[in-house]
């Protein structure tokens, strides 16, 4: 199914979803672009907001750009890996019997997955700015992100090892 198809479908089954993706087989591949894109889709998803705060502030639009890029693209994948690692050891803690691929898996899956809210909120950062609408749309986003991971996590740590 493509991505955006099942981007749709964890909306409403996220560990239906997440069975599916297991069943693929591990593709570590697969894991890291969806990762990649999810922080592309992010740093994209954060430019109107970087646009409003130039003209703002006088800031220069491209410092701004290359700041957030860096932090986007190099250095939150790292910080990523080392979250599912520790998810999946908490996940052994209570009872967890997957793997370490479908913890990452669970967590680059989600943030993908939520993508379609991050830029909703992008949007709203970049034309209202900050107020209860940020406000909301982040809290919706969390919690969106949260519910996937959970139920995703959850799905892979029933994979048997």
């Keep these: 199914m493509p991505v955006a198809r099942d981007i749709a479908a964890t909306y409403a089954a996220p560990g239906r979803v997440m069975r599916r993706l297991l069943s693929m087989g591990q593709r570590e591949d697969r894991a890291l672009a969806f990762l990649m894109f999810g922080c592309a889709i992010v740093f994209v998803a954060q430019m109107p907001r970087l646009a409003r705060q130039a003209h703002l502030s006088g800031e220069d639009l491209n410092i701004l750009m290359g700041g957030t890029l860096l932090a986007w693209i190099f250095i939150a994948p790292l910080l990523f890996y080392g979250l599912a690692a520790m998810s999946h050891l908490l996940a052994r803690v209570v009872g967890g019997r997957g ?4 913890a990452r898996l669970a967590l680059f899956w989600s943030l993908l997955a939520s993508t379609p809210l991050l830029l909703l ?3 709203v ?5 900050p107020g209860p609408a940020l406000s909301g749309v982040g809290f919706v986003w969390l919690a969106v992100f949260v519910w996937f991971w959970i139920s995703t996590l959850t799905q892979a740590e029933r994979a048997p090892l």
């Design 99 to 102: 793997d370490w691929f479908g």
């Design 125 to 129: 950062a970049g034309f209202i700015g």
């Design 121 to 123: 909120h992008g949007l």
